[in-house]
């Protein structure tokens, strides 16, 4: 009776040790989001990359814009990134200079192709990531905006026409369904804002003829430099003709 209840109770021990480091792994998961984060906008896979598919710490220096203060930071980044499987790493010749490799994982940061970058861009940028910190405060609401919308102050498309920096969700459209604008001869993005994304769209078909439609104190501060032709006017009113009219809901 006595080895029955020590039994139990190393069990339930164990039980409670188990609950709390999944916990963890709960509390803690972000750091490999942000590690993989880091690498992109790093650009650490290219800079193997360019390496020949295979760079010590030294040599993936030599192609990433970091401060020689960061460099032993950089080491302990690069175990988290080789830990979670997005690089290999083996010993090197030279003693505590290990040898980083491309994974399954990281070859689809680089070159052209599958290449994952601009939605992991997106996927982690801050506009993304603190729309779940709000998950809270949207919960207690019955009605009103989305997450996103509640973290930012716009919806998603409303931002992207908003802000042309914020044009690389649209770098994620043009790659993943650039076929719906082969063959287009204009398009007009209506209540297009600073055209953010039509902006991705000239860019990467330069033989469309791209315009935006907005109101006249939006399109007042519309960027110069740029090929996409911006026109002051409600599209309630009217809409210029094109081929394709481009309405983001």
Known sequence: MTLS????????????????LQL??????????MALKAAVD???ADAIHLHGGSATLSQIVTKVTLHPSKIPCLR?????LTLTGVFSVNSGAVVDEPVYGLTPASRLLVGPGLNQTPFLTLMLSTFFVSSFLGLDEWFQHETGPSPFELANGRDIWTLSGHDASFGFIMD???KECGDVFRGVGSLVDVAGGLGGATQTIAKAFPDVACSVLDLSHVVANAPTDTTVKYIAGDMFESIPSANVVFLKV
């Not at 963890?24 to 989001?33: E, N, Q």
């Open 42 to 44: 790093l650009r650490i």
């Open 76 to 80: 302990r980044l690069m175990r988290v």
């Open 172 to 174: 994620v459209v043009v």
């Open 24 to 33: 963890w792994h709960h509390t803690i998961a972000f750091v490999k989001s």
């Open 5 to 20: 209840k020590k039994q139990g109770a190393g069990t339930d021990q164990q039980a409670l040790l188990d609950a709390q």
